[in-house]
Nanobody
Framework: EVQLVESGGGLVQPGGSLTLSCTAS????????MSWVRQPPGKGLEWVSV????????YYSDFARGRFTISRDNAKNILYLQLSGLKTEDTAMYYC??????????RGQGTQVTVSS
């Protein structure tokens, strides 16, 4: 059974930084493409970033490029998303997803990021 557990969210001021983590189990993480998606309040899910199984291929949505960094540790089965230069519009529930761009399932329970002064 695929299990994904996100952590690291919180309340941060505009311009601040956070690092989100996603601990994976129940599947072969090191062979899996992984993504981050988010859901702003009152809106639908939107794709944020994707990383290939080896960690060298990464792609970002326009709003994430230059501010967010996706990475992974295959030895620990952990996916990361470093957020910097945060804006109020980055407020959302962030989820990790097993799959490539366009996949929204399976995903974890999410971790809330709130950007506010």
């Amino acid at each position: 059974e695929v299990q994904l557990v996100e952590s690291g969210g919180g309340l941060v001021q505009p311009g601040g930084s956070l690092t989100l983590s996603c601990t994976a189990s129940g599947f072969d993480f090191s062979y899996s493409v992984m993504s981050w998606v988010r859901q702003p309040p009152g809106k639908g899910l939107e794709w944020v970033s994707v990383i290939n199984s080896g960690g060298r291929g990464t792609y970002y949505s326009d709003f994430a490029r230059g501010r967010f960094t996706i990475s992974r540790d295959n030895a620990k089965n952990i996916l990361y998303l470093q957020l910097s230069g945060l804006k109020t519009e980055d407020t959302a529930m962030y989820y990790c997803v097993k799959g490539s761009r366009g996949a929204f399932e399976p995903r974890g329970q999410g971790t809330q990021v709130t950007v506010s002064s």
